[in-house]
């Protein structure tokens, strides 16, 4: 049976701001404070989705969350009416409050891993919502996020796992530290988690200056709850030397599609007996594009995003299929990375072609093109039991527009985070969006 792989692009959400939330994310602590544009935001990555849906490739939306999250503040000790608790929040704990409004679910890449169902031995996708638990404005997505995936994934071929106990023992951050390597989509494939540092082994490397987000232990609970036969992974460690420059997710410096792995030569430690394991259990049959740091350095990496990028097949007709490399305008703006990228499409590297995205109100938030969509591969029977009112069309592009055109401030600061009337109007603009893609109850708000 044929399948697809379908991006689930996130919506980014009317509080889209710069709070510089991120420790080890340089983009985020670069932009604190800075005006941002929620506006432009979504609908850079609305063209996005559209474009990619214009190729012939199944794009699908997803919500983003209710902020400012009253909810938590309300755990947080905070009480009174609405406006009050923004108001006090605001005076005593303006990092709290900038905790609590974060769009930071727009990067769907850390909303879950996924796992096809060629994969899985009970022949289901599995899905686990990631805990985030690194940052606190990313670990109160974890709810929220759950019910969303249950409103868009429904049927019994779904399987909707509980997210991880919350603990920095088991930091999970979802399918930005998880590719997939395979022949064709329908096959089963060779899933790779990869892991920052081991919680219970003080023994193996670890970064020095900033956070591993993903434990090998969160890594190794998410392949048991998928029921993937040992065969199907490998688990193996980012390049601790690489986070300390900034590359906080694996999906910074790696990026893969079917048997194609385009990455950084300092992706992974060890990184030749990585390559050899995966092309192993690929039984011979990887494809790598390897960089090396002489012609794209990590710093270069990072700032432009070269590996955040989309590798996508795209079908050409008569002609079979192309392989498209999706990076954001700031890989254009570098002249080493975009020569290296001029290299890869006359050489036959195995990228074919790059297309250019302005995705630059999520970029200055350390977010790029693969940080914004989450991938599901579906067979034919899967996607026919997806929330159709989540998969984009023409028409949901054309309303989603004028949904953010109605809703979305074009300028937002930190002071605005406290005024009421944000807050009516995020929850009216969700309100509406529950009914555009038809998901139910999802919020607090309206629970
Ligand atoms: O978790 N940035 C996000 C970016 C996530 C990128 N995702 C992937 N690589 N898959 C993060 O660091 C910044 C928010 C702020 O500072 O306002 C932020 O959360």
Known sequence: MKAVEANFDGLVGPTHNYAGLSYGNLAS???????????????????????????????????????PDLYTLRRLGFYGSDAEILAQAAKQAPRLLAN??????????????????????????????????????????A???????????RGEQFVHHQVLPPSELLGD?????????????????????VYGRSAFDPERPAPQRFPARQTLEASAAIVRKHR????????VQQNPAVIDQGVFHN?????????????????????????????????????????????VSVADAVASYLFNSQLLSVAEGTLGESTLLV?????????????????????????????????????????????LRLRVVLTAAELAAV????????????????????????RLQEADLADPQLLQESRQALDELTQILQLGAIYPFQR
């Open 228 to 235: 993937l036969p040992p065969q199907r992974v490998l688990l």
């Open 29 to 67: 602590s670069v932009h604190r404070a800075s005006p941002s544009n929620p506006k432009a935001a979504a609908l850079q990555g609305l063209e996005k989705m559209q474009a990619l849906a214009d190729l012939g490739l199944v794009q699908g939306v997803l919500a983003p969350q209710e902020r």
């Open 251 to 295: 999906d910074v410096i790696a990026v893969t599609n079917r048997n194609l792995l385009f990455c950084h030569a300092q992706a992974f430690l060890d990184q030749a007996r990585v390559i050899s394991r995966l092309d192993d259990a690929l039984e011979g049959r990887l494809r790598l594009i390897q960089v090396e740091t002489e012609e």
């Open 100 to 141: 609590c409004c974060s769009a930071s679910s727009m990067w769907s890449a850390n909303a879950a891993t996924v796992s096809p169902s060629a994969d899985t031995e009970d022949g289901r996708v599995h899905l686990t919502p990631a805990n985030l638990i690194s940052k606190l404005h990313r670990s109160i997505e």
């Open 173 to 193: 951050e979802g399918a930005a530290n998880h590719s997939r390597l395979c022949r064709d989509y329908a096959d089963p494939g060779i899933e790779l988690f």
């Open 327 to 371: 990076v954001p305008t700031e890989c254009r703006d570098n002249p080493r990375v975009w020569t290296c990228l001029q290299r890869l499409q006359r050489e036959d590297s195995g990228i074919d072609r790059v297309q250019v995205f302005d995705l630059r109100q999520s970029m200055a938030n350390g977010g790029g093109p693969a940080c």
């Open 143 to 153: 709810d929220t996020t759950g019910r969303i995936l249950q409103a868009t994934f």
């Open 387 to 410: 929330n159709p009112h989540t998969l984009l069309t023409p028409l949901l592009y054309r309303r989603l527009r004028a949904w953010v055109d109605k809703h979305y401030r074009d």
